[in-house]
């Protein structure tokens, strides 16, 4: 049975801004079990505030859930918010890792921000929250660093 106060399982407007969008959680069934959860967005896209011409990013963000996880479609709905908010790289991925941090309460969370080259200049941008527990593989983000032709 879908909880109906989630986005999960109904028509959803696309949130215009991330301050309008809602992130929802639902309880984590193995808190007891320590494991990594990755998202990968390939496809984020911000607004320059200077410019206001669009930036885009590959984001990574992993998890090890304390007693919630983020409900997928709301996460989506969220980082899709983003299309037509104006912020520079570091200002997007560290907001986006410290609003999941406060609603998830995770045992870690880590986020990857690599964005695109603007004016000649690849931004990474990485942030993280808690210490990874010891008995857990985490792999690596899987992204190549930048690397101009030659």
């Not at 984590?28 to 930036?55: I, K, M, W």
């Given at each position: 049975?879908?909880?109906?106060?989630?986005?999960?399982?109904?028509?959803?407007?696309?949130?215009?801004?991330?301050?309008?969008?809602?992130l929802?959680r639902v309880?984590?069934?193995h808190?007891?079990?320590?494991?990594?959860?990755?998202?990968?967005?390939?496809?984020?896209?911000?607004?320059?505030?200077?410019?206001?011409?669009?930036?885009?990013?590959?984001l990574?963000?992993?998890?090890?859930?304390?007693?919630?996880?983020?409900?997928?479609?709301?996460?989506?709905?969220?980082?899709?918010s983003?299309?037509?908010?104006?912020?520079?790289?570091?200002?997007?991925?560290?907001?986006?890792?410290?609003?999941?941090?406060?609603?998830?309460?995770?045992?870690?969370?880590?986020?990857g921000?690599?964005?695109?080259?603007?004016?000649?200049?690849?931004?990474?941008?990485?942030?993280?929250?808690?210490?990874?527990?010891?008995?857990?593989?985490?792999?690596?983000?899987?992204?190549?660093?930048?690397?101009?032709?030659?």
């Amino acid at each position: 049975m879908t909880d109906t106060s989630l986005q999960l399982g109904h028509a959803t407007a696309q949130p215009q801004s991330p301050e309008e969008a809602t992130l929802d959680r639902v309880p984590n069934p193995h808190q007891d079990t320590d494991y990594v959860a990755r998202f990968t967005c390939p496809e984020f896209t911000s607004l320059c505030p200077v410019t206001g011409q669009p930036d885009f990013a590959l984001l990574v963000i992993d998890y090890v859930p304390g007693p919630w996880l983020v409900e997928s479609k709301s996460l989506k709905l969220y980082l899709h918010s983003f299309r037509n908010h104006g912020a520079f790289h570091e200002d997007c991925t560290v907001a986006i890792g410290k609003r999941l941090n406060e609603l998830l309460e995770p045992r870690f969370l880590r986020i990857g921000g690599y964005w695109y080259p603007r004016g000649g200049i690849p931004i990474d941008v990485f942030w993280q929250t808690g210490e990874m527990p010891k008995n857990l593989w985490l792999p690596d983000q899987g992204v190549a660093p930048y690397r101009a032709r030659g």
